[in-house]
């Protein structure tokens, strides 16, 4: 590296007639390469250094009452990026190493020096510090790129400790950075065989690209990554990795939604055509034994034609009661605050949460969450998952959590139990009609609440853990986001009569 331009410099020396000697030293190097200028006062050379006005900087050693080194560490804490060299009249080795340590870009011997060692110094200085410039810009826009990435990105040894985490990852897990540092990846992750396909990847030094996984975060909420994971090249004493997390949890939610309201409707259905096909034999049974009551008069035969009449009509009851759920549900909606329904479905079920001293927890601010609903409709449906949540629970050790949050077109309800847990195998059946886990449940609480959100155009999305809890998520439309749909929709055409 030539030196091109003209350099602003800055010698700081207490002494007069080594300042001039040196300035004769940087002058038979070119006369019109440098702007010089003088400073011999601690002060008046820690402003100038704050300034930021000069290319480089000379420090002699000793200034006076203080050092170099003194001048040297206050200009590092300022942030002068500039190379700073220091000077002094002796060799020093301790001094040497104290001030490359401190941030001193070289070190020269006033007694030694010449333009050829001069000149060289200056270069390589320069050479050094734009060097560590551009690393440091580097590391500034990969820092702010890793830091502000929504996925979450992390950097972790063989074992998946964490070493460096983004504050995504924080989000995700439900814990702070500082707490989450050092931690491993693997008591987060759900299933057992994805922890052994991970480590097996990484004995074989492979990298994983996009599998799915499930995490449980600090809060025991379920959540859904696609995950990448690559290994830094072998042959260094400790090797690194470096993973991603791209939470997919709502697009699962929206998915596991979809099947759920295709399922629903397969079953409605199969519930009329059911309906149908027994009801048609059931009217033949109901006929014949009110045949067999009018003419025939043994006394035998009442107590059976009592049992096939009851029996008859629980079945009729049965069907009338599927086929409710299979029809439409009219709503009357209204702009309301998901809060509002919350507040009537607790003062219903308050009598249940205080018989069975179960501690309540309600995490919501007072700013109305709105959504468009039908408040009675919605409030019988969250009410029947609020009851399930507490026979769920054991008496004066259940905690009850209400939580609400919002997206940006989305508002979020969280109702979260401490209860027994829901098996996996079961978790997809639990709002089937008349499936139950309960020894007096009838099974169409949950069947009830799911069909009146679907009709609410909600997501929801179940999760659980044995010894656990479980977790319904469900997903409201904003208000306002309704509201632009229905505007932005084209009014149907009137048909005209022609004549």
């Not at 420090?59 to 206050?74: C, H, M, Q, S, Y």
């Not at 693997?186 to 057992?192: G, K, L, P, T």
């Not at 507490?390 to 919002?406: F, H, N, Q, V, Y």
């Amino acid at each position: 590296m030539h030196i091109d331009r003209q350099l602003k410099v800055l010698i700081v020396d207490d002494d007069e007639d080594d300042f001039l000697i040196f300035r004769e030293t940087l002058n038979e190097i070119s006369p019109d390469k440098f702007d010089i200028q003088w400073s011999n006062n601690y002060d008046e050379s820690l402003q100038k250094i704050k300034s930021k006005l000069y290319n480089i900087y000379f420090i002699d050693f000793r200034l006076g009452k203080e050092t170099g080194l003194a001048l040297l560490n206050e200009a590092i804490k300022t942030g002068c990026e500039e190379p700073v060299i220091m000077l002094t009249g002796r060799g020093n080795k301790d001094i040497d190493i104290q001030a490359m340590t401190m941030g001193a870009t070289d070190y020269l011997i006033k007694s030694e020096l010449n333009a050829e060692k001069l000149e060289r110094c200056i270069r390589y200085s320069l050479e050094r510090t734009n060097y560590i410039k551009s690393l440091k810009e580097s590391e500034k826009k990969y820092r702010h790129l890793f830091e502000g990435a929504k996925d979450a990105v992390f950097i972790a040894d063989k074992s998946l400790k964490f070493i460096e985490i983004n504050p995504a990852v924080s989000e995700l897990l439900g814990q702070n950075i500082n707490s989450i540092s050092g931690n491993c990846l693997y008591d987060f992750i759900a299933d057992v065989d994805q922890i052994s396909f991970i480590k097996e990847h990484i004995r074989q030094q492979r990298n994983v690209e996009d599998v799915e996984i499930r995490l449980y975060n600090k809060n025991g909420e379920l959540r859904y990554c696609q995950f990448s994971l690559s290994l830094e090249t072998p042959g260094r004493e400790q090797q690194f990795v470096y993973g991603i997390m791209h939470d997919i949890t709502n697009l699962k939610i929206a998915a596991n939604s979809k099947i759920q309201i295709e399922k629903f409707a397969a079953n409605e259905r199969l519930i009329r055509i059911i309906a149908h096909e027994i009801r048609n034999p059931l009217t033949n049974i109901h006929l014949s034994a009110d045949h067999l009551k009018l003419n025939y008069t043994n006394g035998e035969l009442e107590p059976y034609l009592g049992i096939i009449e009851r029996n008859g009509i629980r079945i009729n009851d049965l069907i009338t009661e599927l086929l409710n759920f299979s029809k439409p549900i009219e709503l009357v909606s209204q702009k309301i605050s998901i809060q509002e329904i919350l507040d009537k479905c607790l003062l219903d079920t308050m009598d249940r949460l205080q018989l069975k001293e179960i501690e309540l927890v309600k995490d919501y601010s007072d700013r109305p969450f709105e959504i468009i609903a039908d408040k009675q409709k919605l409030a019988i449906a969250i009410s029947n998952i609020i009851i399930n949540a507490i026979e769920a629970m054991e008496e004066r050790t259940g905690r009850l959590s209400l939580k609400i949050d919002d997206t940006k077109d989305h508002i979020l309800l969280h109702i979260k139990d401490n209860g027994k847990g829901i098996p996996e195998e079961f978790l997809s059946r639990i709002t089937e009609p008349f499936f139950t886990l309960k020894r007096k449940g009838m099974g169409i609480g949950l069947t009830a609440a799911l069909s009146i959100l679907k009709s609410h155009q909600a997501q929801v999305e179940i999760q659980s853990k044995i010894d656990v809890g479980t977790s319904f998520i469900i997903f409201f439309d904003k208000a306002e986001s309704v509201i632009q749909k229905r505007e932005a929709e084209p009014e149907p055409v009137k048909e005209r009569n022609l004549i």
